[in-house]
């Protein structure tokens, strides 16, 4: 038999700060003008400064859990891409394991930059084929805003807060993750680095004069490599897929400059309507941007049973991947009465918090589940 790997729920959390062009106007010698022609975007998100990368992913995961209608102690395992992250570490997908309740997942992070979310559907796409996993959820999480230096007017305006998420189940249709391209070129690396708070230069205070805590990046490199990564990623995927050009109903590209994702799109032959574009709204959301702009294509209709979507991404490392897919049923969001989706969702976390106190307090945890089905707490095994 064969496995096939499908995304089953999605989800998205942005935060609710807007930032204008015009808020960069009053921070940096910048216009709206500039900033609209040379990339698109419009606005931005930036994170409450109580918010950080891990609750932006779990507000993601827990919408993506709802739509596949899982609850999360049947996730395997959590795939986690951030250059965000919450600590050094542990990880943030221990983090967000454990704010889940997720206490049979496995967890890790992955940090390949604005390519993360698809090396990271790659990855959990080939684990599941192998029939190691069944249900994968994973996150693009980002907090942009704690890296970036707000008077450097090169990457400041660029950049937003924001996290998508899927959950990734095994499936015995054919479709799903079809193809997957992975690439990389390290002796790029220094074109988008954020330099400092590694082993390599450790925080210092002649680091933090320096300002080497905040994103640094060669623009004009970055914007020629993008196009051509791109490019040729897109091509072998689809090809290793067994599809053409033509074949493609949406390209849902990373969001970092509507010229990159324009010039990359005629390199392609694609018209402008099989491009998803919402750059405009949020700006660069590094490794979120893709699963932010999956969702947001199915809410707006875009994406049908049987579609043939491509998923294409370059970033820091250097860093380029893509995936080609076949959507399956599940298009839109069951209908249900909203006050279903509350009583689920507060009894998802209600269980993840008492799983906690649980487990803080030595309990065995499963006792504390309520069971999804919605017959109360069961007690296993008493
Ligand atoms: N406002 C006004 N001027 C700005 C500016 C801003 N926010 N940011 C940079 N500039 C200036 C530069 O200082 C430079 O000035 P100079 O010529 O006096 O030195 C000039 O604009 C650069 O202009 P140009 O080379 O024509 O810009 P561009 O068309 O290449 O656009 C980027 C610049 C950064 C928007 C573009 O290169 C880009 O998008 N690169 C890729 C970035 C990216 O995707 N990064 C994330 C990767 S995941």
Redesign the pocket.
């Known amino acids: 038999m064969t496995i096939s790997a499908h995304i089953v729920g999605w989800g998205k959390y942005l935060p609710k700060e807007v930032l204008t062009n015009e808020y960069?106007e009053r921070l940096?010698?910048?216009?709206d003008d500039?900033?609209r022609s040379?990339?698109g975007i419009l606005e931005r998100r930036r994170a409450h400064p109580k918010e950080h990368t891990s609750s932006l992913a779990v507000k993601a995961a827990w919408s993506a859990l709802e739509v596949a209608g899982l609850s999360p102690r049947q996730v395997d395992l959590i795939l986690l891409s951030t250059i965000t992250p919450d600590y050094i570490f542990p990880g943030t997908a221990y983090v967000v394991q454990d704010a889940l309740g997720a206490f049979h997942a496995a967890a890790f992070d992955l940090n390949a930059?604005?390519?993360g979310f698809v090396y990271a559907l790659a990855v959990a796409a080939d684990m599941i084929k192998s029939g190691s996993y069944r249900n994968v959820l994973v996150i693009g999480a980002e907090t942009m805003s704690r890296i970036l230096d707000y008077s450097d007017?090169?990457?400041?305006?660029?950049?937003g807060d924001g996290a998508g998420a899927v959950v990734l189940q095994a499936s015995e249709q054919p479709g799903g993750i079809l193809a997957s391209v992975l690439g990389a070129d390290g002796s790029g690396g220094g074109l988008?680095q954020q330099p400092a708070g590694g082993t390599r230069h450790p925080a210092t205070p002649e680091t933090i004069e320096h300002r080497l805590h905040f994103v640094k990046?060669n623009?004009?490199?970055?914007?020629k490599?993008?196009i051509n990564a791109m490019t040729k990623a897109s091509k072998e995927a689809i090809q290793k897929a067994g599809l053409a050009i033509d074949d493609i109903d949406l390209v849902i590209p990373?969001q970092?400059?509507v010229?990159?994702i324009h010039s990359a799109g005629k390199n392609l032959g694609l018209p402008p309507e099989r491009l998803y574009v919402n750059v405009e709204r949020y700006g660069?959301i590094?490794t979120g941007s893709i699963p932010v702009a999956l969702c947001e294509a199915l809410e707006e209709g875009r994406i049908q049973a049987n579609d043939h979507v491509l998923l294409v991404?370059?970033?820091?490392g250097l860093s380029w991947a893509a995936v080609a897919l076949q959507w399956g049923d599940k298009t839109t969001v069951a209908e249900r009465p909203w006050w279903k989706t509350a009583v689920r969702t507060l009894r998802n976390r209600q269980a993840a918090a008492m799983q906690s106190v649980a487990k803080r307090a030595g309990r065995k945890i499963d006792a504390w589940w309520p069971h999804r089905n919605g017959n109360g707490v069961e007690k296993n095994g008493e």
């Not at 991404?313 to 820091?316: M, V, Y």
């Open positions: 960069f940096v010698d910048t216009s500039w900033i040379r990339t930059g604005c390519t007017r090169n990457t400041c305006v660029l950049f988008l990046m623009g004009n490199e970055v914007y490599f993008a990373h970092a400059n010229r990159i660069n590094s991404a370059f970033g820091a």
